[in-house]
């Protein structure tokens, strides 16, 4: 019987940690950005690989909820700023 290995995705494994990261560390000034935007790049990088792609495309979600956080954040500041408050 010949022994099989998994293989584990680096990318994939990567990109679902940033993301988790990004999503947790939201309200720090500009590291989520970073988060984000790798989480996304290593989720389209290890989801060309079979193994692990679930793990790839939960880190893309990620990394896009945590771009979208960011973005919302400052839509919510930037409306709070124009109200006078």
Known sequence: MENETQQ???????????????????????????LGILAIVFGVTGKKIQSGKG????GIILGVITLAMKLL?????????????
């Open 8 to 34: 584990t995705n680096g990318m994939a494994i990567s990109s679902l940690v940033l993301g988790i990261l990004g999503v947790v560390l939201n309200l720090i000034p500009l590291l989520p950005y970073l």
């Open 55 to 58: 793990m790839a495309i939960a």
């Open 73 to 85: 954040f400052w839509i919510f500041i930037i409306l709070l700023g124009g109200s006078g408050y």
